[in-house]
């Protein structure tokens, strides 16, 4: 089986359907291979910020999107101890949403292939694991999948790879990957949720312990933070050691971690900090984590990622629609997220580094005067909020309609 389009995204993730929803809108032909047969994928990021909201208010979709089933995150809080700091409040930031957006990332993708699927111009096959590139000379040329029907060959004018850290396409054009670091990994697991409970996320540090509490409607989204390959010492030690812990990290979770009843409830996410050195060759474009892997702090990753779909569309649609996309363009579409990729990823070093490091070794964790400063002058918080919720570079749509100008 064979096709030919202008455009073939590899990886329905948030970059991959973000990116394939605004070429169909600008009348590019493009199909988007998703190598599973549904989102369903539990433990991935569910937090969509102001900058992904803005997004889709400029393309009419933040109605609908707000009509779904969802939870609003106002504030950031931390727990140091005995003392509680308030960290960041998006109730005061600019835009048109001061919330962070908690959705599952399944629901997320299932209402961007939704708004996709109106356009003629997007296909999107399911169960369709890209494997290699296709390539005429020293360019790439188009993409070899696996599908349950047969081997499946997209050949296009651009090949993107949004298919994730563990990227099968970059490996096979070669690019080099600068492993940035990461000190710890995260198990991820669910808590019951109360009625009582704050609307916040909530860090909780203790001397060699750290937990982040998501709320998620009846249930808590929790992050259990080890040092980098520490998550089978934790298991070894037994479940039930590790339900002591976080009530001990957690006292308001006393009673809610007799769910936990293996380990197959406990989700390890071994954290990468990494990014290409080069994104793109003649023919092939790397975005979202394939080109930059995120550590989960700040939830950004998300929406790095759709801000790398967005800005790509806005530089490639009209190259694409005249046939002649070059390496020239793809490496504008580089630099102009190079930039805020890597302030955002030495902003999390840095938290990486001062506060979680420290803390996971032992140290005993205490505010800072700049932190109790932050906590206790409410306008200062929409600060580390701006940072968070919109980023160091939000991305506008430029992609046009082409089907709202054609009628």
Known sequence: MSEIRTACIVGGGPAGMMLGLLLARAGIDVTVLEKHGDFLRDFRGDTVHPSTLAVLNELGLLPAFLQRPHDELERLSGQVGDELVNIADFRHIPGVAQFIAIMPQWDFLDFLADAAKVYPEFHLHMCAEAVDLIREGDRVAGVRAKAPQGDVDVRADLVVAADGRNSTLRRRAGFEVEDLGAAM??????LPRHPSD??????????GRMMVLIPRGDYFQCAYLVKKGGADAVKAGGLEAFRRDIE???????????????WDDVKLL??????LKTWCAPGLLCIGDCAHAMSPVGGVGINLAIQDAVAAAGILWAPLKAGRVTLADLQRVQRRREWPTTVTQLGQILVQNAVIAPTLNGATPRPGWPVRLLSRTPWLQSLPA????LGVRPEHVRSPDAHMRAA
Do not use: Q, Y
């Not at 990994?185 to 669910?190: A, E, F, G, M, P």
């Not at 001990?248 to 293996?262: E, F, H, Q, Y």
């Not at 071994?270 to 990014?275: K, N």
């Not at 701006?386 to 919720?389: E, L």
């Open 185 to 190: 990994d995260v198990l991820w697991l669910r």
């Open 270 to 275: 071994t954290v990468v900090i990494d990014r």
């Open 386 to 389: 701006r940072i968070v919720g």
């Open 248 to 262: 001990t990290i957690a006292p308001t979770m006393a009673g809610r971690t007799d769910g936990l009843k293996s």
């Open 198 to 207: 704050a609307n916040a996320a909530l860090g909780r540090l203790l001397a």
